[in-house]
């Protein structure tokens, strides 16, 4: 079970620190950002929770107090210094996606209008030709940015916006020991809030949380260990957009992307006649070619390729309403590794195992309309269709219309199993009692 952020941090906290106090304002004061992702409630509650014995630190005591406030002095300053490069590297690659996406759509603009349109324009006579792939071309960038943007600023969604999901007295059910990681209560939390959310829970003791958020987690909601929070509806976490694809942004990715296809497929086009005349009519003898005009060409050709392969794949995970989580689930499932989701198979009568089908899965129509809007016009042009309402039911991330068959037989199938499991646990406690007798 993996350890998140948060618990790696209160290690560094413990090693190089006595007074929580003191480190929490130093850290607060030299990295504003990364304090702010983490609560105080988690910072104190794990602060809180006794040190296990094995880990504690033992604690030496300096003959020379002179010395020893000289050294805390100096541990501060080093640690005061670590933190600050550990922020300027944390501030440099959540921008450095961000610059390198904008300075290669700002410098293949700039390339192709100056270098391959104008081509087109003045050697080729074409000057309507040139003008239409100006305007086509400028608007696609324009729209390309826009998206760009929009994806990181309206971000993926978390239960955690919503005050309603968050559990307050999450504490006192949690392990004392803070290095356990505690994903499961003991004692179940009581019911999520009903009247907002309705999680589905097949064959499980207790409803989903995360104990690092101090949050319920609805259906097809992950832990993103980079963000250090839950996303809603999960899709992944992008290095291109240094934020998490989730219920909010999923729609203007999969535009994005659509753009960026079209985009760099119009350039690459484009650059490519160029250049095929260019060779054809052996210009090469008069003038030398340019090296913007040659970079484009790759460059547009990569992205059309490899863009579009993806873009793509992603159409087909809104058709089938996956998310890419949960697509990697059903894969690694039917491989046979996960044990844990029985429930979500049948077999036939010569005894192979069968997937039951998605539980999302409304058919084509009704999937893509849910994720990219009911018309044409919202599924061309990045228009918001969420809602960042508690109420607003199926538009908020919390809640997700099912396929009533499927539904029906995973609970059907959860049902069984239990029932089995029950039988099997009497038939042992049985057997064990009967051994015990003849043994007496
Ligand atoms: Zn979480
Ligand atoms: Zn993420």
Same mark, same amino acid.
């Given at each position: ?20 106090? @003191? ?18 409630? +988690?910072?104190? !509650? ?18 020379? *107090? ?11 300053? !080093? ?14 690659s959540s921008l450095f *996606? ?10 293949? /603009? ?11 324009? +003045? ?10 792939? =100006? ?10 940015? %826009?998206? %760009? ?20 007295? /999450?504490? +006192? %059910? ?10 499961? *209560? ?20 207790? %409803? ?8 319920w987690k609805p259906d ?12 809603? !509806? ?7 957009? #240094? ?17 960026? #296809? ?23 003898? =008069? ?38 989580? @949960? ?20 077999? =036939? ?44 039911? /199926? ?23 239990? +029932?089995?499991?029950?039988? /099997? ?9 009967? #051994? ?5």
């Open positions: 079970m993996s350890v998140g952020k948060t618990y790696h941090l209160s290690c560094y906290i413990r090693q190089y620190c006595k007074n929580y106090h @003191e480190c929490h304002q130093s850290w607060a004061q030299s990295r504003p950002h990364t304090t702010a992702s983490l609560s105080t409630k +988690q910072f104190s !509650r794990i602060h809180a929770a006794p040190l296990p014995h094995s880990t504690r630190i033992p604690i030496t005591r300096r003959s020379k *107090p002179s010395n020893h406030s000289h050294q805390t002095t100096l541990s501060m300053f !080093r640690r005061t210094a670590m933190a600050r490069v550990e922020s300027a590297c944390s501030i440099i *996606p961000k610059v390198a996406c904008s300075a290669i759509l700002t410098w293949s /603009l700039w390339a192709v209008l100056f270098k391959v349109n104008d081509r087109i324009r +003045q050697q080729h006579q074409q000057p309507k030709l040139a003008r239409f792939l =100006d305007v086509s071309l400028l608007l696609m960038y324009l729209l390309c940015m %826009y998206t %760009y943007y929009k994806i990181i600023v309206v971000g993926a969604g978390s239960p955690t916006d919503y005050h309603e999901l968050r559990i307050e007295d /999450l504490n +006192q %059910y949690n392990s004392s020991n803070p290095y356990d990681s505690v994903t499961q *209560p003991h004692d179940p939390l009581g019911n999520p809030p009903v009247e907002v959310m309705t999680i589905h829970n097949f064959g499980k003791s207790g %409803y989903r949380y995360c104990s690092k958020c101090a949050a097809r909601a992950h832990h993103c260990s980079r963000e250090n929070k839950c996303i809603l !509806r999960m899709d992944h976490h992008c290095p291109w957009f #240094a934020v998490c694809i989730g219920f909010f942004n999923q729609k203007f990715f999969v535009q994005f992307l659509c753009y960026i #296809a079209l985009y760099a497929t119009i350039v690459c086009v484009d650059t490519s006649v160029v250049l095929y005349k260019f060779f054809s009519q052996e210009l090469y003898n =008069d003038e030398i070619i340019s090296l913007n005009l040659v970079a484009l060409f790759v460059v547009s050709l990569a992205f059309a390729v490899s863009v579009s392969i993806f873009a793509g794949f992603l159409i087909y995970l809104v058709l089938c309403n996956y998310t890419t989580i @949960e697509f990697q689930e059903r894969r690694w499932n039917y491989s046979g590794n996960a044990t844990e989701q029985t429930f979500q198979y049948q077999f =036939d009568d010569r005894g192979t195992k069968q997937k039951l089908g998605n539980i999302y899965d409304l058919g084509y129509v009704k999937n893509w309309k849910s994720i990219m809007g009911p018309n044409w016009f919202h599924w061309l042009f990045p228009i918001t269709l969420t809602n960042h309402s508690i109420h607003a039911k /199926l538009l908020n991330g919390i809640n997700f219309e099912v396929n009533e068959e499927v539904y029906e037989k995973w609970c059907y199938n959860a049902q069984l199993q239990d +029932q089995l499991n029950q039988q /099997l646990a009497n038939y042992r406690a049985r057997n064990r009692r009967e #051994a015990s007798d003849e043994r007496a």
